[in-house]
């Protein structure tokens, strides 16, 4: 499946691979091994990490993943989600069109939509806080220059 023209262009234009790619050198298993990652984390925490960083957070028990509120402009709705789980972050933006959903992918899948299916960019790793803290403001970053870009 293909990337819609717009949302594919706009990961382009913010060097999606390469910042994604980075955030995952540097947060990765050998950094954190096994036995030192955050596998259960306070929620209470991760919502005030969130709320420091700008954004107003939500957690969907249901699916057991944390948002952020959801940002409209124009006839685009953004939001985005953030899986943690055995001390990864999985990443998940989503984008609307009215009704119509034109992202809703992890990460992931934008590298092999946009390189090749088999291309693979491993999730990043925490081990503290700290590190999700800065996981999470690198990760805002790229967001708010998707937005701008699209």
Do not use: C
Request: no cysteine; proline share 3%; hydrophobic share 40%.
């Amino acid at each position: 499946m293909e990337l819609n023209p717009i949302v594919k262009t706009s990961l382009i234009k913010i060097d999606f691979i390469k910042r994604y790619e980075a955030l995952s050198d540097q947060y990765n298993a050998e950094r954190n091994p096994a036995d030192e990652r955050l596998l259960y984390i306070d929620g209470s925490e991760v919502m005030e990490i969130i709320r420091n960083l700008g954004y107003v957070p939500k957690f969907n028990s249901r699916e057991k993943f944390f948002k952020i509120e959801e940002e409209r402009s124009g006839e685009y709705t953004f939001g985005f989600h953030i899986i943690l789980r055995g001390g990864s972050t999985e990443f998940v933006w989503v984008v609307k069109e009215g009704k119509e959903v034109l992202l809703g992918s992890p990460w992931g899948v934008y590298a092999k939509r946009i390189i090749d299916s088999s291309y693979r960019i491993k999730l990043p790793i925490f081990g503290t806080y700290e590190d999700l803290e800065e996981i999470l403001r690198i990760a805002f970053g790229m967001y708010e220059d998707f937005k701008a870009a699209f």
